[in-house]
């Protein structure tokens, strides 16, 4: 069965603390992305890896760095959390030009 | 650049009645376009893709065409069920992999 995992799934965090959100897939897709959602902005794009150390920027990539040494392990991180980063967070992966994403359960993020 | 529209940010209908989503783009790349459904506190997940014009391509009861003339792929239904109210979002493909999302639209389906 396809898998992403996404830890933690709840996170509460004060203003200024560094944060570390993980993501795994069980598929060995070479393309991973971090996305943000947000009430009438969507789903946006922060990062796209499309393997191991080959990660490119998306739309809103600051304040936000990647990291993905294993092909099926990819974070996301946060350092000195804003209050704006407060959101919900998906994790998500595909395989070649299908483009068909796999969603993880999200983690929803509060910077206070 | 490269955008997807969805114009309505909520849409309420009842029960058994049809469904239509609108969805339109714009694009200076090869068209790959997507709908993806998002349940209430759920990951979301492909319900149909397409990157063919003018064919018609159906999922769970669901479907859309892909106009490249117009630039549209509105997702539609022909009877609403209580089960369909969920957040539903337009994707386009862009270079190199990435999906740029529309900003959603919620279907609430009322008995």
């Known amino acids: 069965d396809m898998k992403v995992t996404q830890m933690p799934r709840y996170l509460i965090k004060r203003m200024g603390e560094n944060v570390l959100l993980e993501c795994g897939q069980d598929?060995?897709?070479?393309?991973m992305y971090w996305y943000r959602q947000d009430p009438g902005l969507g789903l946006q794009l922060i990062y796209i890896?499309?393997?191991?150390?080959?990660?490119s920027e998306g739309d809103i990539p600051k304040g936000y760095r990647v990291s993905r040494k294993k092909r099926e392990h990819f974070s996301l991180i946060l350092d000195s959390a804003k209050t704006n980063q407060t959101s919900v967070y998906f994790c998500a992966s595909s395989f070649g030009s299908q483009n068909t994403l796999y969603f993880g359960a999200g983690t929803r993020l509060s910077v206070l | 650049g490269d955008s997807v529209t969805q114009t309505e940010g909520l849409v309420t209908l009842t029960e058994g009645l049809p469904v239509m989503l609108n969805c339109t783009y714009q694009?200076?790349?090869?068209?790959?376009l997507f709908w993806y459904v998002q349940h209430l506190n759920e990951a979301p997940k492909l319900l149909l893709k397409?990157?063919?014009?003018?064919k018609r391509t159906e999922h769970q009861g669901f479907h859309a065409t892909l106009h490249k003339s117009s630039s549209s792929f509105h997702l539609q239904k022909s009877s609403a069920q209580l089960s369909d109210s969920a957040l539903y979002y337009c994707a386009l493909r862009n270079m190199g992999y990435k999906l740029t999302f529309g900003t959603g639209t919620s279907l609430l389906v009322d008995p």
């Open positions: 397409s990157s063919t014009d003018n």
């Open positions: 598929m060995s897709h070479e393309t």
């Open positions: 694009t200076a790349y090869s068209t790959f």
């Open positions: 890896s499309y393997d191991v150390d080959s990660n």
